[in-house]
């Protein structure tokens, strides 16, 4: 899979735009490359690029995110080290926008940078599965309006459907299908197709640029097998 | 059932209430529960609903009120600073008989707190959220498919019982996300509600929405019709879960993201030997007093898995009358306990149990 200096995550909040781009930095850095992640996010207080700050420091990547993230403090702040993500061209960046327009907004001020060095992927994530995404208006209608918050336009985009654990390969190649045609729609690529990499074996041959992801666990959420009691009334 | 979606516990609290029929919501942005607001103002405009964002909090439980009145369903949703300046809106709407809809994502606190979760809004919630006599419905969902599905409940129970309902949520269930199979879309509230100012057309006496009763023996009177009607709840409306209960020597009382840290601990402490259940209270009023009672004839302690400082603890004594220990494992200010604290908690219960 080809990549350029800089790529971008940006789509529908919820659509998997953190977890995408903490694996695909760990994915960069496994090709020997210098690797850095932002998290732009000013919109979402819990789950953010932080949660994964032990993996990326073992696996030598760089992360720039706000000291107040996953803090008590709900400030909508930008660190300015974020800045050399656009400077320092020696380093590949991984940047991790916040959901919606709203959390694109953000990214507007490196935009003018990231248009001169013209070395950028600029990704929508899509989630078939998610209530706002669900058919090819209502996810196009986001698409544009985070087009317009920050400037930016979309250069291709990332089939990220799925249910959690629920997740089935059917769900991911009919999520494949509605990505091709929502690309169709606003002519640009589809650059892969992520899903858990237990469904590996299952996806390989059966969705193009099949994208293995790691998902983030919460300590707190029941592991795999654990059933519920008796519900009484 | 309708197609599984992938939902954050916010908007499937936002998705639900509409599908249950609530075209009106009011409310004013805090964190953690902001997409609930968010997801209304994006979904209401189409549906022909409103959704209005309020200068305040305050007003924001005052236009519930104004709606409710005229006997369609409302809601407001808020975190723990927002709802207590709710608290004079909800005794209102209670003393008033009026049906609503209150979310509460709690964080830590007391005062502004932080902005990470908490369960310490129970005594709040469960002792009547404002000043009287009174109580409202309390429900405390454990997964984002509860949060869709108590919702909805809430909404009908406040209504066939015309009192306030609130779901107690916290702000890892408002921002987890998990698949959910919506329900279908339903509206039991119906257009001729005798109660509600819909205009007399001057074909009947106008009915009086307020509070106010300026004659004690009237407002004692209202008191206790309203107080018999709590009694009718409180025998009917209980809802909890029992897990590994059986055979259990230790129960563990645990509601919503507390339970899910149990369920944890409690699969680990079998495979060492030791026989721990749990009752999850799913309602908090009423509070399942009777199923406590019944397992306090059975097991030996009680552990109470809280994100306060032991609020829940007490109502578990009150119900099993003090007859066996009740411990703690608590963690708070926006801490939650590990499944390896339970865990502990639970040895130290079984070890001290095996010496007396």
């Given amino acids: ?233 | 059932m309708s197609e599984t979606v992938l939902m954050k516990g916010n908007e499937a609290i936002a998705e639900a209430a509409i599908l249950a029929g609530c075209r009106h919501y009011f409310g004013y942005p805090i964190t953690p529960q902001t997409e609930v607001a968010a997801y209304m103002a994006k979904k209401m405009p189409k549906i022909g609903g409103t959704f209005l964002q309020a200068e305040s909090e305050i007003a924001a439980i005052n236009m519930v009120y104004g709606v409710a009145s005229t006997g369609h369903p409302a809601m407001t949703s808020s975190s723990s600073p927002g709802i207590s300046l709710k608290a004079e809106g909800i005794s209102y709407l209670a003393g008033a008989d009026l049906p609503a809809l209150i979310i509460n994502v709690q964080r830590g606190g007391p005062g502004l707190g932080g902005i990470q979760p908490s369960q310490s809004d129970y005594f709040l919630a469960t002792r009547g959220p404002g000043h009287g006599d009174f109580h409202v419905l309390v429900f405390a969902p454990s997964s984002v498919q509860e949060m869709a599905d108590l919702t909805g409940r809430a909404l009908h129970l406040a209504w066939k019982y015309r009192m306030p309902a609130m779901l107690l949520a916290d702000g890892t269930m408002g921002q987890m996300m998990e698949p959910v199979n919506l329900p279908e879309p339903s509206n039991a509230f119906g257009d001729d509600n005798p109660w509600a100012a819909t205009g007399t057309e001057m074909k009947r006496p106008h009915n009086i929405i307020t509070s106010l009763d300026l004659s004690p023996e009237n407002l004692e009177k209202q008191n206790f019709e309203r107080f018999e009607r709590y009694k009718k709840i409180e025998e009917s409306e209980c809802l909890w879960e029992e897990y590994m209960m059986d055979d259990a020597e230790i129960c563990i009382v645990a509601c919503g993201i507390t339970a899910r840290v149990s369920r944890n601990a409690i699969v680990e402490a079998r495979k060492q030997g030791i026989k721990v259940g749990m009752l999850r209270p799913i309602t908090l009023w009423p509070f399942p007093k009777k199923a406590l009672a019944a397992a306090a004839d059975k097991v030996n302690a009680f552990l109470c898995v809280e994100m306060n400082m032991g609020q829940m603890k007490e109502d578990v004594e009150l119900a099993i009358r003090c007859k066996k220990p009740v411990e703690l494992c608590s963690r708070v200010g926006g801490m939650i306990p590990t499944p390896d604290e339970v865990l502990e908690h639970i040895r130290q219960i079984a070890e001290g149990g095996n010496k007396a």
């Fill in chain 1, 1 to 233: 899979m080809n990549h350029k200096r800089l790529t971008l995550f940006a789509g529908h909040y919820g659509s998997g735009k953190t977890n995408i781009a903490l694996n695909y930095a760990l994915w960069l850095r496994s090709q020997g490359l210098k690797v850095t992640v932002a998290d732009l996010d000013i919109v979402n207080p819990y789950f953010r690029t932080k949660d994964g700050a032990e993996q990326l420091k073992a696996a030598g990547v760089r992360l720039i995110s706000s000291d107040y993230a996953n803090s008590n403090v709900d400030l909508p702040a930008l660190p300015g080290e974020a800045y050399s993500l656009v400077d320092d061209k020696s380093a590949c960046g991984v940047i991790d926008v916040g959901g919606d327009d709203r959390g694109a907004l953000a990214l507007g001020r490196y935009v003018p940078g990231i248009r001169e060095e013209n070395d950028y992927e600029m990704l929508f994530v899509l989630n078939k599965a998610r209530p706002l995404t669900r058919n090819i208006d209502d996810a196009l209608e986001v698409f544009y309006e985070i087009e317009a918050a920050c400037a930016l336009p979309f250069t291709a985009i990332v089939n990220n459907t799925n249910l959690g654990p629920l997740t089935k390969a059917e769900d991911v190649i009919a999520g494949e299908r509605f990505a091709q045609e929502f690309a169709e729609r606003v002519k640009l690529p589809v650059k892969m197709s992520c899903a858990s990499e237990k469904l590996s074996a299952e996806l390989q041959n059966k969705v193009s640029n099949f994208f293995p992801i790691q998902i983030m666990q919460l300590y707190y959420m029941e592991k795999e097998g654990t059933s519920l009691g008796k519900i009484n009334l």
